[in-house]
C-alpha cells in the first residue's frame, strides 16, 4: 500500500511541474510584449524550480 502512495506523489509531484512550465512560457510571452515585468520572469523561473526540486525529492525518497 505504501508504494502506491510513493507512487501517487510522484505522479503528483510530475503534474504539479508541468503546471509552473505552462505559466513560465505565458510570462515569458508577456514580458516580450511588455505587459509582465522581468521580475514577474524570475518569479515564474523561481516556481518552475521549485515544483522540480520537489518532483526530484519524491522520486528520491
Known amino acids: 500500500m505504501e508504494n502506491l502512495s510513493i507512487k501517487a ?7 504539479q511541474v508541468e503546471a509552473p512550465k505552462v505559466a513560465k512560457q505565458g510570462v515569458y510571452m508577456k514580458v516580450k510584449q511588455g505587459e509582465r ?4 520572469m524570475l518569479d515564474s523561473d523561481q516556481e518552475l524550480l521549485d515544483a522540480q526540486v520537489a518532483s526530484t525529492i519524491a522520486q528520491k525518497n
Do not use: Q, S, Y
Open 37 to 40: 515585468t522581468v521580475l514577474e
Open 9 to 15: 506523489e510522484i505522479i503528483a509531484r510530475e503534474m
